[in-house]
């Protein structure tokens, strides 16, 4: 069989080569590691470096035989743990996105109706903690929320309160962390789709009589929805996975997959669970993620 | 314009007196005398010197300099070059998948994405250090210059690139002469993003780093970990010093590069 030239030719040409060298990247280093994840999911933790065993045995025979085991998976289910951790990560991320949304919303869309001369400054006031080391902004909360912190120090001498609030290592602190630490997250997409909207709808519908509390449910919220979308999204997914915050400002109740997940790898050392908790992980964030990309990609076309 | 209502003010003062007043605090015990975090005993900078004075956080300090330098730079000429795919390439074989690749980094959770790239490390055999942790920012990092870059691309007219190859330019001086001076703005601020990104990332370079590339969040962590201390407000001080002098230089680039735009294009 004759080999077209011209078919290689268009292959290397400049264009491919220039989509290529990011294709390519992005292959290697993100798409390439979950077939790593998903491989030592099913294998056996073994006490060896590295500390899981091989799928691939070479035995008498030329092809290899393949050893993998669901057990990890079994694991998973047999240990109630591990399912409560799950639950409690949606239950959590659920909560504080609902939360997230109704703060950020109310801050977003008033950095839009404010003077045109204000917003410049309102904005970066909302960006400049996205910048900041999330670590820290973490951090900074440990010591408000503390039984001797700043917060209870407060109330205690205006007289609120005659006994500390025991917030620190509860679930409050996490949600207090959570929407503290994503809600630029979720101002960014609601402002830039408020700031856009036609305030004569707005006119048309005040001057058809409609009162101001009703013209904001049916026509504002309505045509911010590819926003609230986006921001839920951005909220919810990296949540759902959260390490960090619950690792500081959590108690040992509160339950989070990311932290279990962190715990699996470093504490016990056992990388086939901490991956099989990771495919699970991924498994039920996988439709969000691809729902999340289609409103990007409807937004800039 | 109708007017700026009690509830718009009253959203704005208690939303950034939320945002703001946590970062304010850290700062200002950060120059307290006492070693207690919550009881303040005049004013002192001795928890500053006194991480002069902290090898270790010097080390972690430079070791997260090196490599926030060499991802940033690295992730805005790959995420430039990505952008540029996204916007101005039209449908290629495969560019859903693209996409997706660009997308889903920036709202993967930090565990899986450092839990894999390890686990391909180790895989691969190839030693844990500054290098695998240089690696796996730029993988994500370039996802967000991408966005920048592509959000940048999209508003921008395209006919000044298509009059320049009409005439006979090559697309590579295309890109040099006209779209790269055009994004530029997008470019910086996408190196700044990276930049930050890299420097505050403590999940991802928790797996990803060896032995002796502790990074400074890293470092902090396991300060946080003993305690609040002033010594941890200090450096959280400074970090956000240099985050915030960086954004400000940033947007006031920004700017000026939005005033210049509309000049450049009447001449």
């Known amino acids: 069989m004759q080999t077209n030239p011209n078919f290689f030719k268009s292959i290397f040409n400049g264009r491919n080569a220039v989509i290529a060298i990011p294709y390519i990247w992005l292959l290697l280093l993100f798409l390439l590691p979950f077939i790593y994840v998903l491989k030592i999911s099913f294998a056996e933790t073994i006490y060896a470096r590295p500390p899981y065993s091989s799928l691939l045995i070479w035995g008498d025979s030329w092809l290899p035989s393949i050893k993998a085991s669901f057990d990890n998976y079994l694991f998973l289910f047999s240990d109630s743990l591990y399912i409560k951790a799950y639950l409690s990560s949606l239950k959590i991320a659920f909560i504080s996105t609902i939360l997230t949304l109704i703060i950020g919303y109310s801050i977003a869309y008033s950095v839009a109706r404010a003077p ?127 390490f960090v915050i619950p690792d500081l400002l959590g108690g040992s109740e509160t339950l989070m997959i990311g932290k279990v997940l962190w715990t699996e790898f470093f504490y016990n050392r056992d990388w086939p669970v901490a991956s099989a908790v990771a495919i699970l992980l991924l498994a039920i964030l996988v439709v969000p993620i691809m729902l999340y990309q289609r409103s990007q990609e409807k937004a800039i076309s | 314009m109708k007017k700026f209502g009690s509830f718009n003010i009253f959203s704005l003062i208690v939303g950034f007196s939320f945002l703001y007043i946590p970062i304010i605090l850290l700062i200002l015990f950060s120059f307290n005398e006492s070693r207690l975090v919550t009881v303040w005993g005049g004013f002192s900078t001795k928890w500053y010197g006194e991480l002069l004075q902290n090898q270790g956080i010097k080390d972690a300090a430079w070791v997260t300099i090196k490599v926030a330098f060499f991802s940033s730079t690295i992730a805005t000429i790959l995420g430039t070059i990505a952008g540029l795919v996204m916007t101005r390439f039209g449908n290629f074989k495969g560019r859903t998948l693209f996409s997706g690749m660009i997308y889903a980094p920036m709202v993967m959770p930090e565990v899986i994405i450092g839990l894999s790239t390890l686990l391909m490390f180790v895989a691969l055999a190839i030693d844990r250090g500054i290098f695998t942790v240089t690696l796996a920012h730029i993988t994500f990092s370039m996802c967000y210059v991408a966005v920048v870059v592509q959000s940048r691309m999209s508003s921008y007219d395209d006919s000044l690139t298509e009059a320049a190859l009409d005439l006979g330019c090559t697309p590579f001086r295309t890109f040099t002469l006209i779209t790269l001076p055009i994004i530029l703005p997008a470019v910086i601020s996408g190196w700044l993003l990276s930049f930050t990104l890299s420097l505050d990332d403590l999940v991802i370079a928790s797996f990803t780093s060896g032995p002796g590339s502790t990074t400074l969040p890293m470092k902090i962590y396991s300060m946080v970990r003993l305690g609040v201390t002033p010594e941890i407000n200090a450096v959280s001080t400074i970090l956000v010093g240099v985050v915030t002098l960086g954004v400000i230089t940033a947007s006031l680039i920004g700017r000026r590069q939005k005033q210049q735009t509309p000049k450049a294009q009447h001449t």
Do not use: H
């Not at chain 1, 903690?129 to 001498?157: C, D, H, Q």
């Not at chain 1, 001057?207 to 919220?221: E, H, M, Q, Y």
């Open chain 1, 116 to 242: 045109t001369r204000w917003r410049g400054i309102l904005l970066m006031l909302v960006i400049l903690p996205f910048w900041t080391s999330f670590l820290i902004r973490v951090y900074a909360w440990i010591g408000i929320l503390k039984t001797e912190g700043l917060l209870n120090l407060a109330l205690m001498s205006i007289g609120i309160i005659e006994q500390p609030l025991m917030i620190m290592n509860t679930d409050l602190a996490v949600y207090i962390g959570i929407v503290y630490s994503y809600l630029p997250f979720m101002i960014l997409p609601l402002y830039a789709n408020l700031e856009k909207m036609d305030m004569s709808l707005l006119e048309a519908a005040a001057d058809l009589g409609c009162r101001p509390f009703k013209a904001f449910w049916t026509v504002t919220v309505p045509l911010s929805l590819s926003g609230i979308i986006a921001g839920c999204f951005l909220v919810f997914i990296p949540v759902m996975g959260e």
